[in-house]
């Protein structure tokens, strides 16, 4: 009752929320907190309305991710990850505490009931339920007896808080959100009324774009007047030569020619002996494992393979060979290789599909199964009939009948070789041909088996060697990465280029990169090229070579853009077309007011067009597009009426109304209602936030820290 008071208290800061989440949801400082605490300077990675999240909260945070995600997750990743876990979590306090929301144990209790912690085996009882009493008793244990299990719940409790706070507070929002009947009325409407126009559109390209002056004092007016379209945040421009260190051809026939000169046999003294001995090559060694150990970047695969498991661009040599014959080298990516056939088993591997059929009891038996045995093999044998006539479908059997986990494949078990089935399965897979349909039991059932395929497979060696590069062509690219960051740092800025081109080395931009990117196109995960770039000591020429994965990048910052509306040179690529389209809609309306639409079309040399059955919910014409105001303004027309001349999207339009169309009589509209409804619910969790968000003063400090 006191949260209700303390909302009927504030039933404005609702009837706010409640809007937000009907309509545009775009606030500005509604929800600021004046009575929120702060911390020192420094000491905050954000600001929130004045409320500070800490930065070692923030870190622990931060560490307490990156061993629950591991290395699946970048540093930066974990950091951006958790700020906006943070800012999000910070924004809904800050409106729980407004509006008095808070949570007792007994509301925890009911969210645990609810939750995947109700499956948690410590909180059931002896007959495997969720027991309120076992799951108090076992917190208060873990609170006298196991510290650390203890500290553990209290971070899930805080999030279990947190969860129901918002179900509370959102669930109080969507109370708020409806619809009228008429409104529902109005939605079918809008998808059912039809209208038939003819229509004529002279397009904004029948102007030349050379024909519309736009002066750069046109396009600031445009920006001032139009300020929400052409605001930025904090960027950089660099560009960038990268110096990647892979094998060179000469690295790659050395590999090559290493790996060739192991193929036969090779006589070395023995200084001990005092005499030459003949070391077994590839092709004769005894001891294959043992070579490869020695000699390959990769260990002797004992297990026999299918076609489908063989290197692909090998994969027909290697089956075509003998046993004792050996094919290569190829190359397989970044690999040279050479294979020996060791030995090969004919149909080694089986395809095969079954339907089967348990009973209670039976090994692996879901624990809904009622029938008894004797119930699974009639059913098995009536199904075995069916499978065998003349144009049965083994599919369509497997998926109404089977008890297997196959049954959505179709009880397609897949390929497999001998010893991985079950021993009657086994046995009946591999004694009979393709084709064959029988009934087999096992341990876990009655199985009706359809043999579908086989497969020879073999045991291949494989000596291979990693084609990498030399020490020598590290070198070189040393140098020249250096080489070129000397030349490019004495020279003028702009001079980066023409410095490039003449070694014939490629020059690649990225363009508006923020302050907490990480990945950089050609250059993936280099968050410290843009902390250099955003240091506030690097100056726009400046240039710096990093050490990256395989190679180097000799990088230099090109443009520096702050927060704030953009300049009319950053902008004229978005405002340069809009300006230009208003202008070609005044020309084109200046040009032909007062025309009937005969004469519109004439003077214009376009045609007239025809587009039948347009609603209001799907306003497109064809050949033109979407044209909301066009079909929009058709519907306003009564029939046979024309318009005056229309600014569209596309051009400009004149439109007939040749036919109207009403929407058939419904004697209720509350279906078309409730689904408003149902679809502003469903919004109402992420469009509130972002509201709140959008309304949020937020200072991000991360940069500092990260």
């Known amino acids: 009752m006191a949260i209700l008071e303390n909302i009927r208290k504030r039933t404005t800061v609702l009837i706010l929320i409640i809007g937000m989440a009907l309509f545009a949801f775009v606030i500005s400082g509604v929800f600021t907190s004046n009575d929120l605490g702060g911390a020192k300077v420094g000491s905050a990675v954000a600001e929130i309305n004045g409320e500070s999240i800490s930065i070692d909260d923030f870190r622990r945070q931060v560490e307490n991710a990156s061993r629950q995600y591991g290395p699946s997750f970048s540093s930066t990743q974990l950091v951006n990850t958790i700020f906006d876990q943070e800012v999000r979590k910070t924004i809904l306090e800050q409106q729980f505490a407004d509006l008095g929301i808070d949570v007792e144990s007994d509301q925890i209790i009911e969210f645990v009931k609810t939750s995947g912690f109700a499956q948690f085996p410590d909180f059931l009882d002896e007959n495997g339920i969720f027991n309120e009493e076992v799951f108090v008793n076992k917190v208060a244990d873990w609170k006298a007896n196991d510290p650390l299990r203890f500290d553990w719940w209290l971070e899930r409790e805080k999030d279990i808080i947190q969860s129901t706070k918002e179900r509370m507070y959102f669930n109080?929002?969507?109370?708020?959100?409806?619809?009228?009947?008429?409104?529902?009325?109005?939605?079918?409407?809008?998808?059912?009324e039809k209208v038939d126009i003819q229509y004529v559109r002279v397009p904004y390209t029948s102007?030349?774009?050379?024909?519309?002056?736009?002066?750069?004092?046109?396009?600031?007016?445009?920006?001032?007047?139009?300020e929400d379209e052409f605001k930025q945040e904090k960027a950089r421009d660099i560009r960038f030569v990268y110096f990647e260190e892979k094998a060179s051809v000469a690295d790659e026939k050395a590999v090559e020619d290493a790996i060739t000169a192991l193929l036969d046999d090779s006589v070395e003294y023995s200084q001990e002996k005092d005499t030459n001995d003949t070391i077994a090559g590839f092709r004769n060694t005894q001891d294959m494992a043992a070579f490869l150990d020695r000699n390959s970047d990769s260990k002797f695969d004992t297990i026999f393979k299918a076609k489908n498991d063989l290197p692909t661009i090998a994969a027909d040599s290697l089956l075509a060979l003998e046993v004792g014959?050996?094919?290569?080298?190829?190359?397989?990516?970044?690999?040279?290789?050479?294979?020996?056939?060791?030995?090969?088993?004919?149909?080694?591997?089986?395809?095969?599909?079954?339907?089967?059929?348990?009973?209670?009891?039976?090994?692996?038996?879901?624990?809904?199964?009622?029938?008894t045995k004797e119930e699974a093999e009639e059913e098995a044998k009536r199904i075995l009939a069916e499978a065998k006539k003349e144009g049965a479908v083994f599919t369509t059997l497997a998926r109404d009948n089977s008890d297997g986990p196959s049954a959505p494949r179709g009880g397609d078990l897949g390929y497999f070789q001998e010893g991985v089935m079950a021993d009657a399965f086994n046995d009946f897979c591999f004694g009979n041909e393709v084709g064959a349909i029988d009934l087999v039991e096992t341990q876990f059932g009655f199985h009706v088996i359809k043999v579908d395929d086989k497969q020879d497979i073999v045991q291949v060696a494989t000596l291979t060697r990693e084609i990498e590069p030399s020490e020598e062509t590290i070198n070189t690219l040393f140098t020249d990465a250096t080489k070129f960051e000397m030349s490019a740092t004495d020279a003028e800025p702009e001079a980066f280029s023409d410095i490039a081109k003449e070694s014939t080395y490629t020059v690649r931009p990225v363009n508006k990169i923020k302050e907490m990117d990480e990945n950089l196109p050609g250059l993936t995960a280099q968050r410290g090229v843009v902390q250099w770039a955003f240091n506030d000591e690097t100056k726009v020429g400046d240039i710096k070579r990093f050490n990256i994965n395989n190679g180097y990048a000799v990088v230099q910052l090109t443009k520096k853009y702050k927060e704030g509306l953009m300049s009319t040179e950053d902008a004229s690529a978005t405002a340069l077309p809009k300006i230009r389209k208003e202008r070609k809609a005044?020309?084109?309306?200046?040009?032909?007011?007062?025309?009937?639409?005969?004469?519109?079309?004439?003077?214009?040399?376009?045609?007239?067009?025809?587009?039948?059955?347009?609603?209001?919910?799907?306003?497109?014409l064809p050949g033109a597009g979407r044209e909301p105001l066009v079909v929009g303004t058709a519907f306003a027309l009564t029939q046979d009426a024309t318009s005056t001349l229309i600014e569209g999207e596309t051009g400009v339009f004149m439109v007939k109304v040749t036919k109207k169309e009403d929407a058939p009589n419904l004697d209720n509209f509350s279906t078309y209602a409730n689904t408003l409804k149902s679809n502003a619910a469903n919004r109402v969790n992420s469009a509130v936030y972002n509201a709140l968000k959008e309304g949020a003063e937020i200072e991000d400090k991360r940069a500092?820290?990260?």
Request: aromatic fraction near 10%.
């Open 172 to 192: 109080l929002i969507k109370g708020g959100v409806g619809a009228t009947l008429s409104e529902g009325e109005f939605d079918y409407k809008m998808s059912n």
């Open 207 to 226: 102007i030349a774009d050379s024909t519309i002056q736009v002066s750069k004092s046109d396009i600031q007016a445009y920006i001032n007047k139009n």
């Open 704 to 706: 500092t820290f990260y």
């Open 325 to 371: 014959e050996v094919y290569g080298p190829y190359r397989d990516g970044d690999f040279f290789k050479v294979s020996k056939m060791m030995d090969k088993k004919a149909n080694g591997t089986v395809k095969a599909s079954h339907i089967l059929f348990t009973w209670q009891g039976a090994e692996r038996a879901n624990p809904s199964i009622t029938r």
């Open 586 to 620: 005044s020309q084109i309306i200046s040009n032909n007011q007062g025309k009937a639409m005969d004469a519109f079309a004439k003077d214009n040399n376009v045609s007239l067009s025809n587009a039948s059955s347009l609603t209001m919910k799907s306003p497109t």
